[in-house]
Nanobody, 125 residues
Framework: VQLQAFGGGLVQAGGSLRLSCAGS????????MGWFRQAPGKERLFVAA????????DYADSVKGRFTIYRDNAKSTVYLQMNSLKPEDTAIYYC???????????????????WGQGTLVTVSS
């Protein structure tokens, strides 16, 4: 599956952004999806994940209550709604996919076989 992430940009602290990740080439609902982020000079970190059917969601503690992951399999797209953004949310955000027959989520980057190109989110203070 090919993934393309978009929706990043510059936003003030306290603001909101919605990231989108569009999949193509395969049946999107066959994939568990995740969002990761990487700040300059830091390692890539898990942000959120959603099962293939959308019923199971998982979040990093740092974004719980502020970010929401959801998907529309008919549109082959997964979203990350980000509210109450903080300067420490500044990073390149990547979407990832893992083919699975089960309705589980994955929180480790090594669990994913397909990655989008990333979209930059900058939160100013």
């Amino acid at each position: 599956v090919q993934l393309q992430a978009f929706g990043g940009g510059l936003v003030q602290a306290g603001g909101s952004l919605r990231l989108s990740c569009a999949g193509s080439g395969r049946t999107f609902s066959d994939y568990s999806m995740g969002w990761f982020r990487q700040a300059p000079g830091k390692e890539r970190l898990f942000v959120a994940a959603i099962s293939r059917g959308g019923k199971v969601r998982d979040y990093a503690d740092s974004v719980k209550g502020r970010f929401t992951i959801y998907r529309d399999n008919a549109k082959s797209t997964v979203y990350l709604q980000m509210n109450s953004l903080k300067p420490e949310d500044t990073a390149i955000y990547y979407c990832a996919a893992r083919g699975t027959v089960t309705g589980v989520t994955y929180t480790r980057g090594d669990d994913y076989g397909y990655w989008g190109q990333g979209t930059l989110v900058t939160v100013s203070s």
